[in-house]
């Protein structure tokens, strides 16, 4: 399993952005297949948010986000990212990366590496 990190989480009013970044903390994301963002509001599921295959970089959206967030990697940097746009409150949660050795989609079971988490809050 890799052990991942994520930064970048933040306070935000309504209209910003933020940008999170994950890397693990051992290993390397091309050794991986795909790799993904979660995100989970309290009282909650945890919900997949934008998922990157590590190869193709072709991406997958949750609906809720489409045109707004854009998740990249950087092979050089190990690491992901996930630019996120125009947020509004109910994108206010714990966002968590996540890695898998198959293309786990948008589906929380799939992946078997996680991060901690980092809080993003958005503010009306």
């Known amino acids: 399993q890799m052990h991942l990190v994520e930064s970048g989480g933040g306070s935000v009013q309504a209209g910003g952005s933020l940008r999170l970044s994950c890397t693990p903390s051992?290993?390397?994301?091309?050794?991986?297949?795909?790799m993904a963002w979660f995100r989970q509001a309290p009282g909650k599921e945890r919900e997949g948010v934008a998922r990157i295959l590590t190869g193709s970089e072709m991406v997958r959206y949750a609906d809720s986000v489409k045109g707004r967030f854009d998740v990249s990697l950087d092979n050089a940097k190990n690491s992901v990212y996930l630019q996120m746009n125009n947020l509004t409150p109910a994108d206010t949660g714990v966002y968590y990366c996540?890695?898998?050795?198959?293309?786990?989609?948008?589906?929380?079971?799939?992946?078997?590496?996680w991060g901690r988490g980092t809080q993003v809050t958005v503010s009306p």
């Open positions: 996540a890695a898998s050795q198959q293309d786990g989609f948008l589906y929380a079971d799939r992946y078997n590496s």
């Open positions: 051992n290993g390397y994301i091309y050794n991986t297949w795909s």
